[in-house]
């Protein structure tokens, strides 16, 4: 059983057996955990949205935290218990193995493996295609961006993925989803960076690109949502 907690954004908390994994959290309450179990706290850039300094506070309550950190971010965190890491770069920490990609606009993504399990967080890892821009100078090069990054994980098995669905970018906001999708042999997939437009969702289950991962997606509406999930097998 795996057990996501929906925070708030881009935010998620997922409980594992073992190991308390955080996913860029800026705001939200956060789920009280077994104090023996490993948590290991990750922020993909600095973005306001995607990191707070408040995650440091939580090293008081739980003993056995690690945090994992763009190297973009300049805050210290706890003397060690903080790594900063860069793009492609591998990293473990007891059974976590970590490695990451180079976002499409700030920091990394992250590829985090815990025993048999693979998660996968995009932090701002997305093909950001903006009608009101260039596309000579931004939405072609953001193409060939986005694409060569997702290319160095082609194929790859990804039990849960959390994935942009920002629709800012209108008819445009499933583009990055559909060929990470496409791309990967993921199993579930949960959309954020909705800024709380939670009916991105349902726009997104209604376009003909989606028919091949609708039953994959999973439905958030409300921030704090609690989603308990049983195995699934291919």
Not at 25 to 47: E, M, R, T, W
Not at 100 to 109: C, N, P, Y
Not at 179 to 205: C, D, Q, S
Request: charge should be negative; aromatic fraction near 14%.
């Amino acid at each position: 059983m795996i057990k996501i907690t929906y925070l708030e954004h881009s935010g998620f908390a997922v409980e594992c057996d073992d190991y308390v994994l955080i996913f860029d959290y800026y705001k939200g309450n956060l789920p009280q955990f077994d104090k023996d179990k490993k948590i290991c706290v990750f922020a993909s850039h600095v973005h306001y949205d995607h990191f707070k300094k408040k995650i440091f506070t939580w090293a008081e309550e739980y003993e056995n935290i690690h945090y994992i950190l763009s190297d973009d971010i300049e805050a210290a965190g706890p003397k060690d218990q903080t790594e900063h890491i860069g793009a492609d770069a591998d990293f473990n920490i007891g059974d976590l193995r970590i490695h990451t990609l180079k976002s499409t606009d700030e920091g990394v993504a992250f590829l985090v493996r815990v025993k048999e399990k693979t998660f996968f967080h995009a932090g701002d890892l997305n093909w950001w295609y903006w009608e009101e821009e260039d596309n000579e100078t931004w939405n072609e090069p953001m193409r060939q961006a986005y694409q060569k990054e997702i290319a160095k994980i082609e194929g790859e098995e990804i039990d849960y993925a959390f994935f942009p669905l920002d629709s800012r970018q209108g008819e445009e906001s499933a583009l990055g989803i559909n060929y990470f999708m496409r791309h990967t042999n993921t199993k579930i997939v949960f959309p954020m960076h909705m800024w709380g437009r939670y009916e991105a969702y349902e726009r997104l289950m209604e376009r003909p690109e989606s028919e091949g991962y609708r039953q994959k997606g999973m439905h958030i509406t409300r921030t704090q949502q609690v989603f308990e999930l049983e195995e699934r097998k291919e």
